[in-house]
């Protein structure tokens, strides 16, 4: 059986300062999820600097944080690096690894994504493992062969320890454009990952998979009631309190 609870994770980006996060952290806890959003679990992953000023803010809330990368090492002369044992830490439960932003601009390849999510798991973080497919490679009719590729590193690189992970589908179309995939094209994908996941591993059938690109509060409802949306992975609309609060709470 799959899990019941939605799990609606906020990723801040490079986005914040003290005086805003402590602003909108506020602001998330007077949404007081636990009882306004009791099917959800929720997370925010903040920059890491300001990591310890989150954790301190919602520590014995409902809440839970992670990280917005993580390194596929634990330790060593690795400027710039922050690792998962660093992370952990703080108190923090996810790392997200492999978002398009780092594939693109930072050349990530997929079996570097698959060894940050070993890394993460190595450390007691779950992993939030992206994929998602290009305007053009979806319009070339490409799209389940991108997110096959993508996911088939991380199930040859973590073998049983797969159903330990949390998957989230963005296209990188519908990141920051504004555009969102239909229901049922994010459903489509969803259908298909679950699949393949199904037949790497099958007690895998039960990874929560998670939906990105321009999630807001108007179409939140119909994404997450759709058969294969186990949540999401918020962008814009997590930096808003109200938003983020109204998108956990339609889950």
């Excluded at 294969?228 to 609060?245: H, N, W």
Aim: overall charge neutral; some cysteine; proline content about 4%.
């Amino acid at each position: 059986m799959r899990a019941m609870k939605k799990l609606v994770v906020g990723n801040w980006k490079m986005h914040g300062s003290r005086a805003s996060n402590a602003e909108l952290i506020k602001g998330l806890l007077a949404a007081d999820l636990a009882a306004t959003a009791p099917k959800a679990d929720v997370a925010v992953c903040p920059p890491f600097v300001f990591l310890a000023d989150v954790a301190e803010a919602l520590k014995g809330s409902a809440i839970a944080w992670g990280s917005q990368d993580v390194s596929v090492q634990a330790q060593g002369a690795y400027t710039g690096e922050v690792s998962g044992p660093m992370v952990r830490e703080f108190g923090a439960k996810y790392a997200i690894v492999g978002h398009s932003e780092r594939r693109s601009y930072h050349l990530e390849s997929d079996q570097l994504v698959a060894d940050k999510a070993k890394a993460a798991l190595a450390h007691g973080l779950t992993p939030i493992v992206c994929v998602g497919e290009t305007l053009a490679e979806r319009e070339a009719g490409q799209t389940e062969a991108v997110v096959a590729r993508q996911m088939k590193a991380v199930i040859d690189t973590l073998g049983a320890q797969l159903v330990q992970v949390v998957v989230a589908y963005e296209p990188v179309w519908a990141i920051g454009t504004g555009k969102t995939a239909s229901p049922e094209q994010a459903q489509a994908v969803h259908a298909f990952l679950r699949a393949q996941l199904k037949a790497a591993l099958p007690e895998a059938a039960k990874v929560p998979l998670l939906y990105g690109g321009s999630v807001k509060p108007d179409n939140a409802a119909e994404l997450f009631a759709q058969a294969d949306i186990d949540g999401g992975l918020i962008g814009g609309a997590a930096l808003k309190a109200a938003d983020f609060a109204a998108i956990a709470r339609a889950a």
